[in-house]
């Protein structure tokens, strides 16, 4: 989250700056950190990642839609933003959206094939 927008209560520097995002992904890809996990709703993180290139990368990114119409178009847009061609896992930020509306498993279900 801090790759994309000032997070958190101890967090003094703001968002992390672009040369120490490519860092920490050379370290994790040095020390065999295989998986990466943002979402759309962490400011420009993605665009971030996608500049540096996550390719080698496991990445799962997440929605959080009150709408099951936005989803597939979130996923679209991530995939873009990220500049690669898939993702290892599309998740709900809150899974009772899934709870509430079923109808958007079906959605997750055609994004998967």
Excluded: C, R
């Amino acid at each position: 989250m801090q790759f994309g927008q000032d997070y958190g209560i101890s967090n003094n520097e703001g968002k992390t700056k672009f040369e120490d995002v490519k860092k920490i992904l050379e370290f994790a890809q040095f020390n065999n950190i295989k998986t990466l996990d943002t979402a759309n709703v962490y400011g420009d993180a993605e665009n971030l990642l996608g500049k540096i290139g996550v390719e080698k990368f496991q990445v799962i990114s997440k929605f959080k839609s009150q709408k099951k119409e936005s989803i597939e178009e979130k996923f679209f847009e991530t995939i873009y933003k990220l500049n690669i061609k898939n993702l290892y896992a599309y998740l709900s930020h809150d899974s009772n959206e899934i709870l509430n509306d079923p109808d958007i498993w079906s959605v997750l279900t055609d994004i998967k094939k």
